[in-house]
């Protein structure tokens, strides 16, 4: 019989494998560092793909859910140059391939399905170590302990749990992105609605691109992409949003003005983000009673697969267990040989889509890439 799962963290992954756990009988806790579900907004839309998200949905026993939240047409794309011509223009085909949904519903949809008490709100881990005999002890921020013989760190890009199998750091890449909203666009702001159309903009030159999404209800989602090196963001004030704002766009002076508005009009304070991965075929060798997921096993350069990966990876490690109940650590050996390949693969693909936004060529490198290889994400 499996033993209870001890999950670290709540975000998609983490509740993707709480679910598929859920539909297969086995119990399962997760230990989430935020207060509620509404603690913090859960950022725009994702785009859930066929060969991997969509599948883990599918074994979650979640799909149709998931269908009643696509925000339709946003599948489209378009990839302009800095003066705002379009060089690429490819509407929502309509097949559903990759279907945007808002992250928070997607989220909502998954923690509906588990039972009362299955996320445990404002445990946020601050250490976890190896007592042996394939047991953990995982400490909490209030000082209360948990120990378990299956844990799996789902909690990203600084897991707590990573330091149990590896001693791999998140490094930057050499990119940063500042986010900002605007609001009721087609209204407000019809020159930027227009420019970024019906989906996901891509506007881009050399070190340096727009990129955008359109949201329900209006909304565009707009990051500024610089390739710099970390001690230019870090020497912006973004507590003067006015003035990071201003730092921000000078990077973008001869470009469109429906292009830098989407930056300068911006109706929220600029958030920065700044790239950071995992090294490329980051693996670890077994160790008794611990695994990851998502982020916490292989962060990547943004390229709309991480969601993806991290519910598929829950998926399919909710299905190794369970095709295994008498033998744990069968089951983590047989998701860890899939999982290292797997993401290796997409980390290195990822890579090398997020390097070609901002090469020598950009944006017509991006435009080759759409033409062999299909639409964004």
């Avoid at 097949?95 to 445990?123: C, H, K, M, N």
């Avoid at 890009?157 to 909203?181: F, K, M, Q």
């Amino acid at each position: 019989m499996t033993p209870p799962v001890t999950i670290i963290g709540a975000g998609l992954g983490g509740l993707t494998l709480a679910r598929v756990l859920h539909v297969h009988g086995i119990p399962a806790t997760v230990h989430e560092a935020e207060t509620s579900p509404a603690a913090r907004t859960q950022g725009g839309l994702l785009d859930i793909h066929e060969y991997n998200g969509q599948l883990a949905l599918k074994a979650a026993g979640l799909f149709e859910e998931f269908l009643g939240i696509i925000h339709k047409g946003a599948e489209a794309s378009r990839v302009l140059d800095k003066n705002g011509k379009v060089l690429l223009d490819e509407p929502d085909d309509g097949t559903g391939g990759r279907p945007e949904v808002p992250r928070g519903a997607l989220r909502r949809i998954l923690l509906d399905s588990l039972p009362a008490d299955t996320v445990q709100w404002g445990r946020k881990v601050t250490a976890a170590r190896t007592l042996g005999g394939g047991r953990h002890e995982v400490t909490f921020a209030d000082g209360t302990t948990t120990t378990t013989s299956l844990l799996v760190g789902a909690d990203g890009a600084w897991s707590r749990i990573r330091p149990l199998l590896s001693d791999a750091e998140p490094e930057y890449v050499g990119t940063a992105l500042i986010e900002t909203y605007l609001f009721d666009a087609d209204t407000r702001h019809p020159a930027g609605a227009r420019a970024v159309g019906d989906g996901s903009l891509f506007a881009l030159a050399p070190g340096k691109g727009i990129c955008a999404h359109r949201e329900p209800d209006g909304v565009l989602h707009t990051y500024a992409t610089l390739s710099k090196p970390q001690e230019w963001l870090d020497a912006i004030d973004f507590t003067d949003a006015d003035a990071a704002t201003a730092s921000v766009a000078a990077e973008f002076h001869d470009w469109a003005p429906e292009l830098t508005a989407l930056l300068t009009d911006g109706e929220t304070a600029p958030v920065p983000r700044a790239v950071n991965a995992l090294p490329i075929g980051h693996r670890w060798d077994r160790v008794p009673g611990v695994t990851l997921l998502g982020d916490a096993a292989h962060l990547m350069c943004p390229s709309g697969e991480g969601a993806n990966l991290a519910m598929y990876d829950g998926a399919e490690l909710g299905n190794a267990l369970a095709a295994h109940p008498d033998d744990t650590e069968a089951a983590l050996a047989a998701y860890e040989e899939a999982l290292f390949p797997r993401s290796a693969a997409a980390a290195d693909q990822a890579s090398r889509a997020h390097k070609l936004c901002l090469d020598d060529n950009a944006p017509h490198s991006l435009v080759d890439f759409f033409t062999n290889h299909g639409q964004a994400g």
